[in-house]
């Protein structure tokens, strides 16, 4: 098994483990939801609380296995299935530092969700954009337009450009966590206008090359 899924598993393991363990512990409705200023807008039975995110982990993990088996460009993820599975630890992790934050607020901790999470979604984009640069053509994994999944060469032209965007934009929501007030919108216009320009990208190298022919 690769380092890379023992670790993921192990993590999955543990979150489920910390359900059970701090199940006594809890209330019967725990905080699960919180609005763009921290405050608790949503709640959860301690069963589904303490139990959905483990659960996602779980689901989510054995979807990223399947999908370079049924993608009918497998060949092309093989070349840079060692990012890819790098980024299925990553996002394990995310997921399991979200589980941490939820049952650290509930026993009492004087969490603030808002400035705790922004670092962990900026470095996840961050890993984002260095799996978009080493990702070739396939249909489950990248920038999937029309035009990128045409031809190779739209493709790595807009991940290549995706590769920066998404890095700059978890490099702006690192940092907006200095600006707690307006983090939430930081991140939101810089994910936005990088998934936006990319996208517009790809129309626009697809339709140089179509007028080449």
Same mark, same amino acid.
């Given at each position: 098994?690769?380092?890379? *899924?023992?670790?993921? &598993?192990? #993590?999955?393991?543990?979150?489920?483990? +910390?359900?059970?363990?701090?199940?006594?512990? !809890? %209330?019967?409705?725990?905080?699960?939801?919180?609005?763009?200023?921290?405050?608790?807008?949503?709640?959860?039975?301690?069963?589904?609380?303490?139990?959905?995110?483990?659960?996602?982990?779980?689901?989510?993990?054995?979807?990223?296995?399947?999908?370079?088996?049924?993608?009918?460009?497998?060949?092309?993820?093989?070349?840079?299935?060692?990012?890819?599975?790098?980024?299925?630890?990553?996002?394990?992790?995310?997921?399991? *530092?979200?589980?941490? &934050?939820? #049952?650290?607020?509930?026993?009492?901790? +004087?969490?603030?969700?808002?400035?705790?999470? !922004? %670092?962990?979604?900026?470095?996840?984009?961050?890993?984002?954009?260095?799996?978009?640069?080493?990702?070739?053509?396939?249909?489950?994994?990248?920038?999937?337009?029309?035009?990128?999944?045409?031809?190779?060469?739209?493709?790595?032209?807009?991940?290549?450009?995706?590769?920066?965007?998404?890095?700059?934009?978890?490099?702006?929501?690192?940092?907006?966590?200095?600006?707690?007030?307006?983090?939430?919108?930081?991140?939101?216009?810089?994910?936005?206008?990088?998934?936006?320009?990319?996208?517009?990208?790809?129309?626009?190298?697809?339709?140089?090359?179509?007028?080449?022919?």
């Amino acid at each position: 098994m690769k380092i890379q *899924y023992a670790l993921s &598993l192990i #993590l999955i393991a543990i979150a489920v483990a +910390a359900g059970f363990y701090f199940y006594p512990q !809890m %209330p019967g409705q725990m905080a699960s939801h919180w609005d763009i200023n921290g405050n608790v807008n949503g709640y959860m039975s301690r069963a589904w609380a303490l139990f959905l995110v483990p659960g996602l982990m779980i689901v989510l993990f054995g979807l990223f296995l399947l999908l370079p088996l049924i993608d009918p460009l497998k060949e092309n993820i093989k070349k840079f299935r060692s990012t890819y599975d790098w980024f299925i630890l990553v996002f394990t992790l995310f997921f399991f *530092y979200v589980h941490g &934050l939820t #049952l650290a607020y509930n026993l009492g901790y +004087a969490v603030d969700m808002g400035t705790s999470l !922004m %670092p962990a979604m900026g470095l996840l984009f961050i890993f984002l954009g260095f799996l978009l640069k080493n990702a070739k053509r396939n249909y489950f994994i990248g920038i999937r337009t029309p035009w990128t999944l045409s031809s190779d060469i739209v493709w790595d032209k807009t991940h290549q450009l995706g590769s920066k965007l998404f890095i700059i934009a978890g490099i702006i929501t690192v940092l907006a966590v200095f600006l707690p007030s307006s983090a939430f919108y930081i991140l939101f216009v810089a994910i936005i206008a990088a998934s936006l320009v990319t996208v517009g990208y790809s129309y626009l190298v697809f339709s140089r090359l179509e007028k080449k022919k």
